[in-house]
């Protein structure tokens, strides 16, 4: 597709569940992000990939967050024993490359409502 | 860490005024971005700046990227309906992570 795809679009999971979210980049964006969005607030930095690594991944808010990249394209973030101040919105973005002059392309984000 | 002031939080407006809205950082960047958000979407690019001084227009919207590179300006000019929503300043430095402002909402009585 053109654009950034994150599925799903919304899931509603019981507290102590595990979820994964994906997140299709713009095909050729070699740089993907992750950002959580509480209710409200600004966007807060997860992680990054460069490729299939990552460089920072300083924004991991416990261990039980944590996110893979397969083939520089497809990237997965898993919530493990889901907590309920996990709920927010998780935003995946790319960009051709990581740093300056290559700004973000976001995707509309998984709705994440643990219950 | 990197913090972003971003400031008003909240603008209520008649249609057609203009808006003005700012960002301050403590650290300096080497590039400055605004993001859009319209409810239940990702935040869409609206302007990046490459160069401290840079004044840049897009249509309706103009935005500038502080001469210190600590701060950055968007204004809308005749604001419009379709203006409703969430603006985010960001800033990046080299190859470290966006860093965003908290956003101002927008709110546009016709």
């Known amino acids: 597709g053109a654009g950034v795809s994150q599925s799903p679009s919304n899931k509603v999971t019981e507290k102590g569940k595990d979820v994964e979210l994906r997140c299709d980049p713009i095909?050729?964006?070699?740089?993907l992000y992750w950002y959580r969005q509480s209710l409200g607030q600004g966007l807060e930095f997860l992680i990054y990939?460069?490729?299939?690594?990552?460089?920072?991944k300083s924004g991991l808010p416990s261990d039980r967050f944590s996110a893979e990249r397969t083939g520089g394209s497809v990237s997965t973030l898993t919530i493990q024993r889901t907590q309920q101040e996990d709920s927010a919105v998780y935003l995946c973005?790319?960009?051709?490359?990581?740093?300056?002059?290559?700004?973000?392309?976001f995707g509309n984000g998984t709705r994440l409502t643990v219950t | 860490g990197q913090q972003l002031n971003q400031s008003p939080q909240s603008m209520f407006i008649q249609e057609g005024e203009d808006v003005s809205m700012n960002c301050t950082s403590s650290s300096i960047f080497n590039t400055w971005l605004w993001y859009k958000q319209d409810p239940g979407e990702g935040p869409v690019l609206l302007i990046a700046l490459y160069k401290a001084g840079e004044l840049t227009s897009n249509g309706r919207l103009t935005a500038q990227f502080g001469i210190t590179r600590k701060d950055s300006f968007l204004n809308i000019s005749a604001s419009i309906p379709s203006d409703v929503g969430i603006y985010f300043c960001?800033?990046?430095?080299?190859?470290?992570?966006?860093?965003f402002g908290q956003g101002t909402r927008l709110t546009i009585n016709p």
């Open positions: 960001a800033g990046q430095l080299g190859a470290q992570k966006l860093v």
């Open positions: 990939f460069q490729g299939n690594s990552a460089p920072d």
């Open positions: 973005a790319s960009s051709l490359r990581s740093g300056d002059n290559s700004p973000l392309h």
């Open positions: 095909s050729g964006h070699t740089a």
